[in-house]
């Protein structure tokens, strides 16, 4: 059994894809579905269980020993939540819950990080997890925040040579895109709200750059594509001797300019790209800069390559998007 938490959202939903197509029979979705659409991000899925988030440790104790690893994906990921409280509550103490419970019943833990811990970069993006090193990150939100406090208790108790689940992973996902984001709205990736322009020929209007080394569009992520971040994770669940706190990028940022041109490409056409101010309430709260140091994972053993941008969007456009059903 697996149980995905957040399994109804956009990376855990692809995680149960993968885990179906893997020969997963046994799938436990923990989350809520609400009143919109995010039911079709599952619709595909042959599901055992879809667990409310109030009744998780319940249905853990219930199934503890079927459980064979536990995907942590459930959070508040909108950077502009501002309820602090309700953050640190879904994000970290719900999170420490979790690892406590998985440690007692020796359950793997596979957790979302983010590489919002890292703030406006100034440390770098070096996925070090001794305490000072985690120390010197800032990040710029209280979403980014509660992730990292939640990594650096794992460190501390790393240090302290105190008791773990049999393997676990803290995984700091940089700018993923890629099918079952629909739901997210304004907080869904570039490539979701680029595509309705550009499949009408419109133009699309990119945050104007306030930052005298960026170009208007020239702000640079280091985008990934969605499965590669779920086959991150697989190789995890077959390499159980893994532990540790991980990022998930390609290690090579792009610009927004980059990622929306691919767009209008993927549907052939040119690009038609403008560019407006970006709201004054995020422009210090703003990376220009995001590249994941991924020489960690690749000295871990993963091996395998990362999806060019061009490629991955060219995907999720053709094989999704612009088709009548954009489901995974």
């Known amino acids: 059994?697996?149980?995905?938490?957040?399994?109804?959202?956009?990376?855990?939903?692809?995680?149960?894809?993968?885990l179906e197509a893997r020969g997963g029979s046994d799938l436990v979705v923990v989350d809520r579905l609400r009143d919109g659409g995010k039911w079709r991000n599952v619709a595909k899925r042959e599901l055992s269980d879809i667990v409310a988030p109030e009744r998780l440790f319940d249905f853990l104790d219930g199934h503890r020993t079927r459980i064979e690893a536990i995907f942590h994906m459930g959070a508040i990921s909108a950077t502009?939540?501002?309820?602090?409280?309700?953050?640190?509550?879904?994000?970290?103490?719900?999170?420490?819950?979790?690892?406590?419970?998985?440690?007692?019943?020796?359950?793997?833990?596979?957790?979302?990080?983010?590489?919002?811990?890292?703030?406006?970069?100034?440390?770098?993006?070096?996925?070090?997890?001794?305490?000072?090193?985690?120390?010197?990150?800032?990040?710029?939100?209280?979403?980014?925040?509660?992730?990292?406090?939640?990594?650096?208790?794992?460190?501390?108790?790393?240090?302290?040579?105190?008791?773990?689940?049999?393997?676990?992973?803290?995984?700091?996902?940089?700018?993923?895109?890629?099918?079952?984001?629909?739901?997210?709205?304004?907080?869904?990736?570039?490539?979701?709200?680029?595509?309705?322009?550009?499949?009408?020929?419109?133009?699309?209007?990119?945050?104007?750059?306030?930052?005298?080394?960026?170009?208007?569009?020239?702000?640079?992520?280091?985008?990934?594509?969605?499965?590669?971040?779920?086959?991150?994770?697989?190789?995890?669940?077959?390499?159980?001797?893994?532990?540790g706190l991980f990022n998930v990028g390609t290690g090579k940022a792009r610009s927004f300019a980059d990622l929306a041109a691919a767009v209008y490409t993927a549907l052939g056409k040119a690009p038609n790209l403008r560019f407006k101010d970006m709201p004054v309430e995020l422009r210090d709260k703003y990376q220009y800069f995001t590249q994941a140091d991924m020489s960690r994972l690749r000295a871990a053993g993963y091996d395998k390559p990362f999806t060019e941008l061009e490629d991955g969007v060219a995907d999720y456009v053709q094989r999704y998007l612009d088709t009548a059903d954009p489901y995974q």
């Not at 059994?1 to 993968?18: D, E, K, P």
């Not at 409280?85 to 420490?96: A, G, Q, Y």
Request: charged share 20%; net charge neutral.
């Open 80 to 243: 502009t939540e501002r309820d602090a409280d309700k953050i640190v509550e879904n994000n970290f103490n719900l999170s420490i819950a979790l690892w406590k419970w998985c440690t007692v019943n020796r359950v793997r833990l596979i957790y979302a990080s983010s590489a919002a811990t890292y703030g406006d970069g100034a440390a770098g993006f070096v996925d070090d997890m001794a305490p000072g090193h985690l120390a010197t990150l800032r990040p710029l939100n209280a979403y980014g925040w509660s992730k990292h406090l939640f990594d650096r208790r794992i460190s501390r108790r790393m240090l302290e040579h105190r008791e773990a689940p049999p393997q676990w992973a803290g995984l700091k996902f940089f700018n993923v895109y890629g099918p079952n984001e629909y739901h997210k709205g304004p907080q869904s990736s570039v490539v979701s709200q680029v595509y309705p322009k550009a499949a009408v020929d419109a133009h699309f209007d990119l945050f104007r750059s306030h930052n005298p080394r960026y170009p208007d569009g020239g702000q640079l992520r280091d985008f990934v594509y969605v499965k590669d971040v779920v086959d991150v994770m697989m190789w995890l669940l077959d390499t159980p001797t893994v532990s």
């Open 1 to 18: 059994m697996y149980v995905v938490t957040g399994g109804a959202g956009f990376i855990g939903s692809n995680i149960l894809a993968a």
